[in-house]
Structure formats: structure tokens, C-alpha cells
T-cell receptor
Framework: QKEVEQDPGPLSVPEGAIVSLNCTYS??????FMWYRQYSRKGPELLMY????GNKEDGRFTAQVDKSSKYISLFIRDSQPSDSATYLC??????????FGTGTRLQVTL | ETGVTQTPRHLVMGMTNKKSLKCEQH?????MYWYKQSAKKPLELMFV???????ENNSVPSRFSPECPNSSHLFLHLHTLQPEDSALYLC??????????????FGEGSRLTVL
């Protein structure tokens, strides 16, 4: 079983839609949760960083962690074509290495 | 130059060639990493250097040989590679290499094709 599971997609949505990207994880020691965005032919860039359970909002992006169900989510409101990219979830803890999901490819169409 | 820069961006090599990938970070960070990214697989951590000392070798075959002459530069020397080594090789840096560090800054990667 992979420590971080993520549906690879692709996920295609129309412009303006609300996007929900999700991951599950198995390691209870994970305390820090991240979302990275990777555009085509580029390296990943950190998008959101959260600690433990709860929500964190940054503009159109909201990261949500539910440690009881080991579920990580990223919501994108009013999605734009410029949001088209691969989104990687990642998790780590004080006694565990940074572990990535496989990434979900998102396509926002006009 | 800003951030993390990797050269070359693309590399094609035969199985008997020797080549090197170069990474340079301009962020004043103390830790540098090599990751391998293959299609439909999670990012695979290969090596970690913290203050120029190798702190992690994630069971990487010896045909990959890292070198970190200082905190700003990282190399990955390649020799007698296999076709399955074809992938995007990403360099990253962070302030330090604590196990709970999630804030990595990545370069754009070196796309390697082994014929």
C-alpha cells in the first residue's frame, strides 16, 4: 500500500468550476501536509502548507486536512485555465520522510 | 539567476556513456536533494545532502553517483545507465534537511532519455 494515494486523473472541468482534489494517506505520524503544483515542463512549486487538521485558505485555494479519516483535500474556486497543471499532495512528520502522491492532472477548459 | 537551476534540461545518452547533471541553488539553503520523477509514480527521493554531507541514500543503484562540493552546488554523475532510468530528474533545496521539512524549492528538471 502506498503511503499517500492520489487519483492520477486527468480531471477536466470548465472555467469557473469548483475543483476538488483529494489524497488519502496511511501513516498516522504525518503531521505536515502540502500541495505542490507542477506546470508542464516545470518543477513542482509549493502551493499550500498546513499543519495537522483543519483548513487553510489562500485566495482561491483552500487546503483541508482531516486526520481522523487520513484525508487531504485541495479546493480551487473559480478555476481558471492557468490552473491547468498537475497537483501533487505530500505529507511528512517528525519521524517520517516527505512522501508524495502520484499527482492529479487538472485541465481547466474555456 | 534566482531559485534552483538545473542543466542540461534535456539529455540523451547511450547505456555506455558517462554524463553529469548539474544543479545550483541561489537561495542560501543548506540542504539539497535529487528526486526521480517517472510517469504515474510518486516522486522518488534519491539523495539528500545537508551542509554538504550526504544524509540519505535511498537505496539508489551505484550507477548514480552524487557529488556536493558546497551547499550551493549538486551534481549527479551517470554511468552505464539502463533504459528504465529514463525519467525527469529534479533537484530541490530547502533551508535544512529536517525530516519534517516540506518546503522544497525545485528546479525545472533534467529530462533524461537512455537509449
Amino acid at each position: 500500500q502506498k503511503e499517500v494515494e492520489q487519483d492520477p486523473g486527468p480531471l477536466s472541468v470548465p472555467e469557473g468550476a469548483i475543483v476538488s482534489l483529494n489524497c488519502t494517506y496511511s501513516n498516522s505520524a504525518f503531521q505536515y501536509f502540502m500541495w505542490y503544483r507542477q506546470y508542464s515542463r516545470k518543477g513542482p512549486e509549493l502551493l499550500m502548507y498546513t499543519y495537522s487538521s483543519g483548513n487553510k485558505e489562500d485566495g482561491r485555494f483552500t487546503a483541508q486536512v482531516d486526520k481522523s479519516s487520513k484525508y487531504i483535500s485541495l479546493f480551487i474556486r473559480d478555476s481558471q485555465p492557468s490552473d491547468s497543471a498537475t497537483y501533487l499532495c505530500a505529507a511528512t512528520g517528525t519521524a517520517s520522510k516527505l512522501t508524495f502522491g502520484t499527482g492529479t492532472r487538472l485541465q481547466v477548459t474555456l | 539567476e534566482t531559485g534552483v537551476t538545473q542543466t542540461p534540461r534535456h539529455l540523451v545518452m547511450g547505456m555506455t556513456n558517462k554524463k553529469s547533471l548539474k544543479c545550483e541553488q541561489h537561495l542560501g539553503h543548506n540542504a539539497m536533494y535529487w528526486y526521480k520523477q517517472s510517469a504515474k509514480k510518486p516522486l522518488e527521493l534519491m539523495f539528500v545532502y545537508n551542509f554538504k554531507e550526504q544524509t540519505e541514500n535511498n537505496s539508489v543503484p551505484s550507477r548514480f553517483s552524487p557529488e556536493c562540493p558546497n551547499s550551493s552546488h549538486l551534481f549527479l554523475h551517470l554511468h552505464t545507465l539502463q533504459p528504465e532510468d529514463s525519467a525527469l530528474y529534479l533537484c530541490a533545496s530547502s533551508q535544512s534537511a529536517g525530516v519534517d521539512t516540506g518546503e522544497l524549492f525545485f528546479g525545472e528538471g533534467s529530462r533524461l532519455t537512455v537509449l
